[in-house]
Each structure stands twice: as structure tokens, then as C-alpha cells.
């Protein structure tokens, strides 16, 4: 039963906090001085980092711990990306991988008893030929003997289901079927990236903003901690989290990664009304869309094809996610394009990411996610934090080991990257 008149008193109250300008309430987490050693300093405050650092907490009892952000909390690609989350993948280690954390995204919210706006609207990757339709039914067989739901669809069930889907055969790329996992979908980044500082901080994990790590400190062919521009910090354990810049942050290290780092754009349209409800994904014109909780249509494309660390992108790449969105749904045409940006993605040479031991001990890296780095959040970082615990890699991200370059048990799976084009 309701107590109408609680809820009338929670509403008072927060209208009069609002109006003080919220001066008296409390921080969600600390702003902790920086200590002189940890047990384990996690570089990068974005998802990964966080959430890394709060299974080290609570799995491991490892709470002694820094994560250090050079500049705000998720102010890297955790708040540049365009949130959708999946596990439809072929290869074993990776459905495993993504699968594994698909299972924890379900439970997020109430694992972090933190609102992270998991929305199981399902994901629908379209086909437009017989040849993609063919491999498109492979994938969904290869899925479901691994446990994954997949539902191959036809036409007529698309566009019933995805009415404002131009399902017509008068377009460059006409749709033939698609291939539906329900449980797919989206979440908020920002709430990731702070369900996760909370959880962590009550654990007592020290997070540190404006401290960017400017060297590694090495003896003896083991780390012994980082200089950051807050002074050094003692560490036997490094993780490094840091998305686009993993390869600037090794060669502070002395290492090279096999990976390169290239702009991935992506932009959003004007609010509107419920329109799109599931994520509409396209391998031909390699375009997605969604639609977020404030009403803005989400869409990305490809890389713009060159190194860069800028966070913004060609006007090509905008260009072409134009006539992908207006070629799949012209009634789109009537919006105004809001704003765009770009992340820095690290792109592994196989399209797989690298979670595990570096040649340098207590080195550990969580990084080369090409475009799966948000939706793999919270099993990367599980079996990150269970590699740094032990020291050793979970059966789960054993596969995506750095070794695997040299002994060639590359992960090379058809668009996860780097260059779907030339797969």
C-alpha cells in the first residue's frame, strides 16, 4: 500500500533542497588526498577502471586501492559512446566473454542498488543480401548452441515490428531479414560510471580526479608505482584502463601494444516522442540507432579511418551516417542534427580486446576493445579484477591474453573490427 502521504513529504523535500541550490547534500563519493602507497592503483576513471576496482573490493577484499582519473569521472569514451550493449558474437572466447556480461548487466542495478537504466529492448541487426542472411543464420545457430538467445526474423515480421523501417526493395541496400537478440539493449553511461564510483568508494576504494599519471616507475623487471601530477605513488600492481591512450600509457612502461588508436564518431538528433523501440543495427551501410531515455535518436558509423587522438571527426563520417539513418528511416529527415563527437578507440590487430598480464610484472592491461568496450563493462572487469587479485587470467579472458600475437591464436572475428572493411 502506498503512503501517499511519505511520497508528498519526499516530494516537498526535494523541491526545497532544489531550490537551495542543493547545498547541504552530501557528495555520492569522497574526494580522498591521494596516499603515498596502494596495493593495487587502477589508471583511468571511466567504467573499466571503476568497476574493476569495485570487484577487487568485493570479490577479492582488496581495498586498498586508487583509481586515477587525469580528468572527471566518465569523461572519456564511458561518456562517448552510443550504449548498446549485446553478446551476439561467433567465436567461443568472445561470446563467452560478452555473454558473461550480458548475465551481469541484468543484475546491475540491484547488484549496485544504483538506477543504471539497463533497457532489454533487444538489438535487431538487419541483413540486406542472401549471402549476409546465410552468415547472419549462421551466427544465430552458433549463438544458440552456446546458450545465447537469437531470433532470425523476415521481412514481413520487421516491419511489423519496426514500422517507420523503410522495407521496401526501392532503396541502395534492401532489407532481406535480420536477426534479433532480446536480450540486447542499452543502458545510461553516466549512471554506469557512477553506480560504480559509489559502490567502490562505500568499499573504500580511494577515487582520485585530476591526477593525471605522467610515468611508470619500473626495477628490476617489476612496476614499483606511478608519477602523476599529484606526486608519486608507490603501487606493486598497475592496471591500466584508459581506452584510446592504452598505447601511451604502455610506452610509459617502456612496452609497444599491437594496436592503433582512431576516432569513432557518433551524434544525436533532436528529442522526440517514443518512436524506436530497439536498436537498429546495419552491416552494409555499418550504421546503428537507438533511441535514449531523454527522446534524442543515437547513431553511430565507422571509424574515420586515420590515427587520431582528437575527440571529434571528419565531416564524412557525419555524411554517411546521414544517408545510412535517411536510406533505413526517411521519416527521419524532418529532425535536426543536435551534436556529435568522437571517442578514441583502441584498435587491437585482430578486432579482440587484450585483458591480462603485461611482460612486466604487476603490469596488467584492460584495453584494445575496437567498438566493444561498453557493453563488455562489467565482465572485463570482473575477470580483470580476478587477474590482478591472482595474478593470473580467468578461464573467461584467458583467450584474450597479449601472448596470443605471438603464438597466433589471434581472435580475428568478422566486424568487431579493427576494419570491418577488410574482413
Known sequence: ??????????????????????????????????????????????????????YLAKVHGITNVAVLEKGWLGGGNTGRNTTIVRSNYLLPANTRLYDFSLKLWEGLSEELNYNVMFSQRGVLTLTHGVSELTAQMRLGNAMRLAGVDARVMNLDE???????????????????????????????????????????DARGVDIIQNCEVTG???????????????????????????????????????????????????????????????????????????????????????????????????????????????????????????????????????????????????????????YGGFKATPGAAWTFAHTIANDAPHEINAPFSLDRFASGRTLDERGSGPFPWLH
Not at 184 to 194: C, E, F, I, N, S
Not at 231 to 251: D, M, Q, R, T, Y
Request: hydrophobic share 40%; charged share 20%; net charge positive.
Open 1 to 54: 500500500m502506498t503512503d501517499h502521504k511519505t511520497d508528498r513529504y519526499s516530494l516537498l523535500n526535494l523541491a526545497r533542497k532544489a531550490l537551495r541550490g542543493h547545498e547541504d547534500w552530501k557528495p555520492v563519493w569522497r574526494n580522498p588526498a591521494p596516499k603515498p602507497r596502494y596495493d593495487v592503483v587502477i589508471i583511468g576513471g571511466g567504467g573499466h577502471g571503476l568497476a574493476t576496482a569495485y
Open 158 to 200: 520487421i516491419a511489423r515490428e519496426v514500422p517507420l523501417l523503410d522495407c521496401s526493395d526501392q532503396v541502395r541496400y534492401p532489407i532481406v531479414g535480420g536477426m534479433l537478440q532480446e536480450r540486447g539493449g542499452t543502458a545510461r553511461h553516466d549512471a554506469v560510471a557512477w553506480g560504480y564510483a559509489r559502490a567502490a
Open 216 to 370: 611508470i616507475r619500473r626495477e628490476d623487471g617489476k612496476v614499483t608505482g606511478v608519477e602523476t601530477s599529484r606526486g608519486f605513488i608507490a603501487a606493486p600492481k598497475i592496471g591500466i584502463c584508459v581506452a584510446g591512450n592504452s598505447g601511451v600509457l604502455a610506452e610509459m612502461a617502456g612496452l609497444r601494444l599491437p594496436m592503433e588508436s582512431h576516432v569513432l564518431q557518433a551524434m544525436v538528433t533532436e528529442p522526440v516522442k517514443p518512436v524506436l523501440d530497439k536498436v537498429i543495427i546495419s552491416r552494409a551501410w555499418h550504421f546503428y540507432i537507438s533511441q535514449s531515455d531523454k527522446g534524442e535518436l543515437v547513431m553511430g558509423a565507422d571509424l574515420d579511418g586515420y590515427n587520431s587522438y582528437a575527440q571529434r571527426g571528419g565531416p564524412n563520417v557525419i555524411d554517411h551516417v546521414v544517408r545510412g539513418c535517411l536510406e533505413l528511416f526517411p521519416a527521419f529527415g524532418r529532425l535536426k542534427m543536435m551534436r556529435t563527437w568522437g571517442g578514441i578507440m583502441d584498435m587491437t590487430m585482430d578486432g579482440s580486446p587484450i585483458i591480462g598480464k603485461m611482460p612486466l610484472g604487476g603490469l596488467y592491461l584492460n584495453g584494445g576493445w575496437c
